[in-house]
């Protein structure tokens, strides 16, 4: 039998994933994202599905982070009415997630004159279609059977196996490199077809090893200069990492007891989301939340309620540590941080996670002395500091480890990635692996013997 597979989104970019495999009348949708990085008011955002949503059978989400669901309440406001399946952990932290996105999309579609992309009415609409199921259960779907597995890069995160006729295709969402110290690595897997993520297709991270120590390091030397230590971070993985590797550290006595800021009310949520799901934890850390201990809480955490508390922080006297959102410095809470830490010789900004292209992060860390945040100048006299340690994706050399261990795999579509580290990792594939590999433009589609 054959299928045709359509890259709506996700292909030619980082963010925005969106794929449509079709046979007939059954037509599933592998997650339906936002696109971050540049303007909330990208008119990509805001244009027509390529697609009847009425017609969407399924829909499946690999996992909680915007790029991969902010569009679907967008997708029932327009008449899906299907099924929404993920793992369990997922379908608890989506909706948090949406209603805080909601809010900064209602602000910049004022700004830019536009409608709402959606309503919070459509996100209760399209928590009543969701459907949580563990990894490794079977799920029928027409002719299709559903597979999660597991992908380690967030809490719940999946691979999306789609089996029919002996034939299978793998989509691999975003691929965890192991780095999280609260997650077990992705799982092995075989497949014919493997639409795969490329984030880091054209690089290898030296930090991984020593990132604990490297963050040890840049506290100690920040708090040794009187400054305050900014970090932007997404909500969901990367701050509940750093949550537990900061308590780490003070608990081993091996960095002063500075007060912590957590300045996102959506953090709050998502961590406590968390220790709702220990079994999605990996061993060690599951069995201590299992046994009582709450792994993301110490004396020094302070979890800022509101924009007027969020205001104080920078009047308070002494060297501190502020983890607030957005993690590329693109919206939210860290725009007022950015704004008192940037000009300040003693302090320093911290990148954490990848910074997209036209993001206020990516500017800093390639190196911009002048900014403009919220239509003021701001000088950067800050440390700006990286740990790609702490990512939540495979790099090059892993991502080419794992198609290895996925042969004998028939073709390999690159997408989820700038065009360089796409074409790059395909090249890779190409000239080590000997495995058919292209990295698709947006609107192309295939056809595939599924």
Known sequence: MQSTLHFVGGAEAVTGSNFLLEDGDNKVLIDCGLYQGGHACDETNWSVFPYDPKSISTLIVTHAHIDHIGRI???????????????????????????????????????????????????????KLWKGIPYHEEKKLVDFTLTLLNSGHILGSAMAKLERGGKRIIFTGDLGGGNS???????????????????????????????????????????SRGGTLLIPAFSTERTQDLFYEIRTLMVEKRIPQVPVYADSPLAEKITEAYLKYPEYFNDKIRKL???????????????????????????????????????????????????????????????????AAGSLGRRLIEGEKQVTIMHEKVAVR??????????????????????????????????MGEPMASSTLVQRIRDFLGLRATAPDMGDKVTLEL
């Open 181 to 223: 110290p609260l997650l077990s690595l992705a799982e092995h897997i075989e497949t014919d077809y493997l639409v795969m993520e490329s984030v880091y297709g054209d690089r290898v991270r030296k930090e991984d090893v020593d990132r604990r120590e490297q963050l040890e390091n840049i506290i100690e030397d920040t708090i």
């Open 289 to 355: 939340v299992e046994g009582g201990t709450n792994i993301f809480e110490f004396p020094e955490l302070h979890y800022v309620k509101d924009a007027e508390e969020s205001r104080t922080i920078a009047a308070k006297p002494g060297p501190k540590i502020i983890i607030a959102g957005s993690g590329m410095s693109n919206g939210g809470r860290i725009l007022e941080h950015d704004k008192h830490v940037l000009p300040d010789k003693n302090s320093t900004l911290l990148i954490v996670g990848y910074q």
């Open 73 to 127: 309440p967008r997708l029932v406001k327009e008449g899906f009415k299907g099924t929404i399946i993920s793992t369990e952990a997922t379908k608890a932290l989506v909706k948090p997630l949406l209603e805080d996105a909601l809010e900064l999309l209602a602000r910049e579609a004022h700004r830019c004159g536009r409608e709402p992309l959606y309503e919070k009415k459509d996100i209760a609409a399209a928590m």
């Open 382 to 415: 800050c440390r700006i500091e990286a740990n790609f340690g702490y990512s939540a994706h495979m790099d090059g050399e892993e991502l080419l480890e794992f198609v290895n261990k996925a042969k004998p795999v028939k073709q390999i579509f690159v997408v």
